[in-house]
């Protein structure tokens, strides 16, 4: 088993759905989890299709639940988002980048290439301090909340089986090809350095 907890941050968009998904049922399972976003700002579905709701990261979950409480509640409420914000508000205040997170990790999942590759470039224009490895894993999974249950699951399956590892550097690479087999999904993982 690995001799200290294992270091886990989960990072798609906007850090509201699929990154808080696994953040809740990672830290359920006692593991130490930070959750993020990249882009510039945090949009959700808004009550036209092509006409995000757009919020500044500062703002916090609760501010955008009772934003969109006041906007068109049956709309919200209908669609799943207020029932997103009030599981991210029992969670943490607000949503975090991860372009702007000092603290290292031992793996990064990511729930889409496109945060895949914005969260590796970041970490390849970092100035290397340590040199510790950071292993970085996306699967892509679909932005619904079925989707992101499933893929909370799936991360948190490939979190304890590296919990229990002796070696996280040599099992990962067979870990995550038998569980693309069972999942049916390809991963794409590279190391970097911070």
Same mark, same amino acid.
């Given at each position: 088993m690995l001799s200290s907890p294992l270091r886990v941050a989960v990072v798609c968009v906007s850090n509201i759905n699929r990154s808080m998904e696994a953040?809740? !049922?990672l830290r359920r399972k006692g593991l130490s989890v930070r959750s993020f976003g990249t882009e510039s700002h945090v949009r959700l579905p808004g009550?036209?299709?092509n006409h995000p709701v757009v919020y500044d990261f500062a703002t916090t979950y609760k501010e955008m639940y009772n934003d969109l409480l006041r906007k068109d509640r049956e709309c919200y409420t209908h669609n799943g988002i207020l029932h997103i914000l009030g599981r991210n508000e029992r969670i943490k205040p607000g949503p975090e980048r991860f372009q702007e997170c000092t603290e290292f990790f031992d793996v990064i999942f990511t729930c889409e290439e496109r945060v895949y590759d914005t969260v590796v470039e970041d970490l390849c224009s970092r100035e290397q301090q340590t040199f510790q490895p950071v292993h970085? !894993?996306?699967m892509d999974i679909e932005d619904t909340l079925e989707g992101a249950t499933l893929g909370a699951f799936l991360i948190c399956e490939i979190c304890q089986c590296l919990q229990? %590892? #002796? #070696?996280m550097e040599d %099992?990962?690479?067979e870990l995550l090809l038998q569980m693309e087999e069972k999942a049916g999904k390809s991963f794409l993982h590279t190391v970097c350095f911070y």
């Open positions: 953040h809740s !049922i009550r036209r299709r970085v !894993i996306n229990q %590892s #002796d #070696d %099992s990962l690479e």
